[in-house]
């Protein structure tokens, strides 16, 4: 895990995530990698102070109790109020991208709010996935999306929904949603559209786009076609630049 830095008064308290249960006035065990990057890594020492946070929506004022190399336990002193949550709550459903592309994009959308995360894998997908190997890659996004959390404070986590085709997920579309589809060209800006609701569903296409075909599906279930602007993006910096947009028209932007 990579604890972030946040500032009470003037010093840096190093801000963790722990898969435990959190109650003030209790001393919980952190997991050997949780342990292992507070004692060898920051050099904490007894008494010396942290904030935990699990995904319940708050944070938790703690202190290292001990470094023994078989347990590293923390006291929970306080419960903290955290980032709130945003009313809008927008889910990324993004082809999945080769490389760090797709770590790049899960990072930046967490740090921008986004409530949920939908790995898809599309005609022109690159990356091909399955059976364990496809276990690995969730659980390290599952990982990227935590390190981002605790980089840029918030309290809980962004769902991580196992990875769809594109039929798969548009077959689970629930009537009424809004829902835009990223597509270079077209009429209508993403910065001019109305939202009707507080759920906002986006979908971002692999390197070489969708394909004509899939293009269909999207208009056939009722999609929105948006463009951002005059330039292409990379699929990796759609998903979040979008995300900025509606943040900033009908989010917690201000």
Wanted: with cysteine.
């Amino acid at each position: 895990p990579v604890a972030a830095a946040e500032v009470r008064g003037i010093m840096r308290v190093n801000r963790l995530y722990t898969s435990v249960k959190l109650r003030p006035e209790t001393v919980v065990r952190l997991d050997p990698a949780a342990g292992h990057y507070l004692s060898r890594v920051l050099k904490l020492r007894p008494g010396d102070p942290l904030v935990l946070f699990n995904g319940d929506g708050s944070d938790y004022a703690a202190e290292l109790a001990n470094a023994r190399r078989d347990a590293m336990e923390v006291r929970v002193t306080a419960r903290l109020p955290a980032v709130p949550v945003p009313d809008l709550r927008i889910t990324l459903a993004q082809a999945v991208g080769k490389g760090d592309r797709m770590d790049q994009c899960l990072q930046k959308a967490t740090e921008l709010g986004v409530a949920a995360l939908q790995p898809l894998f599309t005609e022109r997908t690159a990356v091909r996935l399955d059976g364990e190997r496809l276990a690995r890659r969730v659980e390290h996004w599952r990982r990227v999306t935590i390190s981002a959390c605790e980089q840029c404070g918030r309290a809980d986590l962004p769902d991580l929904v196992p990875p769809l085709t594109l039929d798969e997920w548009l077959a689970g579309l629930q009537p009424g949603e809004t829902a835009f589809a990223l597509t270079p060209g077209a009429g209508d800006s993403l910065a001019q559209v109305s939202v009707a609701n507080s759920t906002v569903n986006l979908v971002v296409g692999p390197e070489g786009g969708f394909s004509d075909n899939e293009l269909l599906q999207l208009q056939r279930a009722g999609l929105i076609p948006v463009a951002l602007g005059p330039r292409v993006l990379r699929t990796e910096t759609a998903g979040p630049a979008a995300i900025a947009v509606l943040q900033a028209r009908f989010g917690d932007f201000v």
